[in-house]
């Protein structure tokens, strides 16, 4: 009995570790931040998008019609209705609360690198399309994410 106790301990042992090798507990790598050349100028340029926000828990869900002047917010139109916009007493969300792409970049190029868990540009043109951030790994509901479509530079 003592025998077979301690090929089963080692059978265990051995499977143990063998299940254990495929997966990490490792978070995945960060997204790297690829160098743009040629771009626009975010600071100073004027131009429209689609901004959609789909994740974590905040005022700023939805679908959004960005209109950006000279490197700032100018107007935004939301285009579809969302919980938190329809919820009494929530927060009606103005050009202040809508972020630019030229925000969303720089806060890409410096934050964190654990904290930035996405970032895609088109190939094409060099615009962000997808950015996405998750500040605390094990919090629930704090990310982050951005859908950058229908760019139209305006000058």
């Known amino acids: 009995m003592a025998k077979i106790l301690r090929v089963l301990s080692v059978g265990i042992v051995l499977l143990t570790g063998c299940s254990s090798a495929g997966t990490s507990t490792s978070p995945p790598e960060p997204a790297v931040f690829p160098t743009t050349t040629g771009g626009p100028d975010w600071d100073t340029a004027s131009y429209r998008f689609t901004l959609d926000s789909r994740c974590g828990e905040r005022a700023l869900v939805g679908r959004y019609a960005v209109v950006v002047d000279h490197g700032a917010v100018a107007s935004v139109e939301p285009l579809e209705s969302t919980e938190v916009a329809d919820s009494p007493g929530s927060p009606t969300l103005g050009p202040n609360d809508l972020p630019t792409i030229?925000?969303?970049?720089?806060?890409?190029?410096?934050?964190?690198?654990?904290?930035?868990t996405e970032f895609h540009l088109d190939s094409a043109t060099g615009i962000p399309r997808e950015i996405a951030f998750d500040p605390e790994p094990t919090a629930l509901d704090d990310e982050e994410c951005y859908s950058i479509s229908d760019y139209e530079p305006l000058e």
């Not at 030229?102 to 930035?116: M, N, S």
Request: aromatic fraction near 0%; avoid cysteine.
């Open 102 to 116: 030229g925000e969303l970049v720089t806060r890409a190029q410096t934050t964190d690198r654990d904290d930035l």
